[in-house]
């Protein structure tokens, strides 16, 4: 199979532009997602999937805690790309300074965004490279007629130099993912699994 022949399709299947923010023990992270979906159909029962790669720090934190929260952000929050996308989150609080609140699950909630889901992890599928979450949407908001930004829109309106930082780190990523995407754990998830180690990112 050659890959430019499904390449247009693949790109319209990410999802609109999200930072993915979490805690567990004191400890925040917010990352940038374009890997999520919806995951119902029963309006009263809202469940969304988010797939989040090992390597980064949020996954630990994810799979520790069980609770993350969607901010889909605005044209005029695409600096969150740079501060959340291409610096890790082990030895700074990419939060600091960030103006936010506090959930009901305990996850940061970022302020100025067009919209904010609250989720509770009630699976999990392991993808080798990355983990799926499937959670239920536990709070939420919206503001009226706004519309999320793609991650191909925030290409074209990011700065050059932003692009190839992002395109350099998912190079590297690339490598690793090959590497293990076909290293996985057909174990069944549990909600309290046991103490991880600190990932890189």
Known sequence: MEYRDIAPMMGRLWAPLAAVTTHWQGR???QIAVAISAASIVPQRPRVLVQIYKGNYSHLLITQSG??????????????????????GVDRDKLAGVEHSVGAT??????????????????????GDMTCFLA??????????ALPISWREARRLIPQEWNDAWDARISEEIETSLKNMDQIDYSPWTPSPGKQGVPGD
Not at 71 to 87: A, K, S
Not at 106 to 127: H, K, T
Not at 136 to 145: H, K, L, T
């Open 28 to 30: 925040v992270n917010a």
């Open 136 to 145: 239920d949407v536990v709070s939420g908001a919206s503001v009226p007629d």
């Open 67 to 88: 609770v993350f929260a969607l901010n889909f952000i605005t044209p005029e929050q695409l600096h969150m790309i740079r501060d959340f996308g291409l610096v890790s």
């Open 106 to 127: 305990g996850a940061p909630l970022l302020a100025g965004c067009m919209g904010y889901l609250e989720c509770q992890v009630i699976n999990a599928m392991d993808g």
